[in-house]
């Protein structure tokens, strides 16, 4: 019964609305253009299942889902650095060296990036926030439970896996969200966010030395595990769009949805592969991960390269101290540079310039000499490490939408994956081999270098103008012409007609004028007459 009230308003509001725009039908004509038009390109944030048609708000409660994702992404970056600080301590527990303790980080990050479309698949059925919390859950779980270890194997399966996969659970759908709530300010909004993992960087590490130093690694362990419990809180954070109540003059567009959802509804794609088939997607997933090879080596290395030259200990860590405090401001700063009119459309470009920058920085800082020249080198690599950070993901967005982000981030995690669990440990060998760090600064910026002529080579060849592009402009141009000829034709028609009617109106007139003429005539000679008789006037009477 409500849904056939319901029907009954809708046919109203649909008759009243035609009713005001049969004057205009270019009017109408365009108004559901636009409609549809708009249903296409929008992507769905109430439901991951499909277009809602809702705007993305660029701000409003998108700060509190910015501030999440802020805290997401520097728990997830920073914290397998974080843990490194207790490994001397696991060393010396369980009697094993200092590799098998880098496997923790090593299977961490492999978590991390490798669980990529498991997330997806999570969040286009579930949705981000109850993903993000139930992620909080397991990261704070595997941080108390390796507490309790007794054997580096439980390390493995505690931090490694369990943490690993809370922490996944986590990043990809902050991401997301963030994606939803931000559109044109979109790249400034990137570029806060990645400016947590330097800043938790900046924070965790000295906190993992003060809570080693005064509760040992069982403690320690145990408050990091209650520190991740804000994963939970940055997850409720994540409250979806729900579409703006509707006017009660939008008749057609009512109509219009009605009648998307009468039709059958489409199977969800829990992990849409269909990505693969956009050729923008393809170049930047093989560039990031040719990128990856050799992104992560110099801050792995740098301190090492530093104690070779015959520098303290303390002195070279500041090395990284120094690298992270520039890289807080670099990422915020590209966002806003990201964002510019003139920039934005350039996006890929300017990722490739950050690209193109670092593996240069890579190949200079392969000659440092002394400790200065190590200075000088972080401080570049800290810039241009921070633009990468900061547009890698807003170029992913960009290419390929809303909609799509979900598998597509997924699906380039795991890729990179393969790439992360690679790149550190060929250059490791590398470093065995030589017994020389600047064959591994040179072998970084080679590949670094390499990923970016392959993005801005291919885009520009392959995604300067798609094909599909050119239709839809011809189209869109067609359906203009054909829009402002009916617009025309309306409007000259009543310009003809009146054009007749004030001929014919002249043309009254003159011969009213003309009568007005001779009747005026005949009374004066009439008058002549009658002066002429003596005031007689001249008819048979008196003329008899």
């Known amino acids: 019964m409500l ?20 004057g205009d039908p270019c009017k109408a004509l365009h108004s559901g253009l636009t409609y549809r038009h708009q249903l296409c390109i929008m992507g769905g944030v109430v439901l991951d299942d499909g277009a809602s048609g809702v705007k993305a708000p660029d701000g409003g409660w998108g700060w509190a889902v910015l501030f999440g994702c ?121 570029g806060l966010a990645a400016a947590g993992s330097p800043v938790a960087l900046c924070c965790l590490s000295p906190l993992g030395q003060v809570l080693q130093y005064r509760y040992g690694w069982r403690g320690g362990f145990l408050i990091l595990g209650g520190i991740l419990l804000n994963c939970c809180a940055c997850g409720a954070l994540m409250r979806p769009l729900i579409p703006p109540k509707k006017p009660e003059n939008s008749g057609i567009k009512e109509a219009l949805e009605h009648e998307e959802k ?24 093989g560039a990031a991960s040719i990128m990856v090879l050799g992104l992560f080596v110099p801050p792995v290395f740098v301190v090492s390269y530093a104690k ?43 990722f490739s310039f950050a690209l193109i920058f670092n593996g240069t920085t890579d190949l200079i800082g392969s000659q440092s000499k002394d400790y200065s020249s190590l200075v000088v080198f972080c401080i570049f690599f800290g810039i241009s490490y921070g633009m ?22 997924g699906l380039v995690l795991l890729l990179e994956a393969i790439a992360v669990l690679v790149g550190p440990p060929s250059a490791g060998r590398l470093l065995d081999y030589t017994k020389n760090y600047m064959f591994v600064f040179l072998l970084a910026g080679i590949e670094v270098t390499l990923s970016a002529v392959v993005l801005a080579t291919c885009n520009f060849l392959f995604i300067k103008k798609k094909p599909q592009e050119a239709d839809a402009a011809v189209e869109a141009g067609e359906v203009a012409g054909e829009l402002e000829q009916l617009h025309k034709n309306h409007t000259e028609e009543p310009k003809e007609h009146d054009r007749d009617a004030v001929k014919q109106k002249d043309l009254d007139d003159q011969e009213a004028k003309e009568e007005t003429e001779g009747t005026s005539q005949e009374e004066t000679v009439l008058q002549d007459r009658h002066v002429q008789n003596g005031g007689i006037s001249a008819n048979p009477e008196s003329s008899l």
């Open 388 to 409: 990468v950070g900061a547009l890698q993901f807003e170029v992913l967005m960009a290419i390929v939408g809303t909609q799509k982000f979900s598998s597509a981030i």
């Open 3 to 22: 849904n056939r009230i319901r029907q009954l308003f809708l046919d109203a509001d649909v008759t009243s609305q035609n009713t005001v725009l049969n």
């Open 262 to 285: 009468a039709q059958a509804k489409p199977k969800v794609k829990l992990l849409d592969f269909t990505v693969f088939k956009d050729r923008g997607f393809v170049i930047y997933t």
């Open 308 to 350: 070779e030259l015959g520098n303290e200990d303390t002195k070279s860590a500041l090395l990284l101290t120094i690298l992270g405090f520039i890289d807080i401001f670099a990422r915020p700063t590209c966002g806003v540079i990201a964002g510019l009119k003139w920039v934005r459309p350039r996006c890929v470009y300017l």
């Open 70 to 190: 802020f805290i997401i992404t520097g728990f997830s970056y920073a914290f397998p650095k974080a843990v490194s600080v207790f490994f001397k301590e696991l060393i010396r527990e369980f009697g094993v060296g200092y590799s098998d303790t880098a496997w923790i980080s090593s299977i961490l990050l492999a978590m991390l990036y490798g669980t990529g479309p498991v997330c997806s698949v999570l969040v286009n059925r579930c949705g981000c926030r109850p993903v993000m919390m139930v992620g909080g859950l397991f990261a704070a779980s595997g941080m108390i439970l390796a507490s309790f270890a007794t054997s580096i194997i439980h390390i493995y399966l505690s931090i490694g896996v369990l943490t690993g996969l809370g922490l996944a659970l986590n990043f990809q759908p902050s991401l997301i969200m963030l994606n939803r709530y931000f559109n044109e300010k979109r790249p400034l909004a990137n």
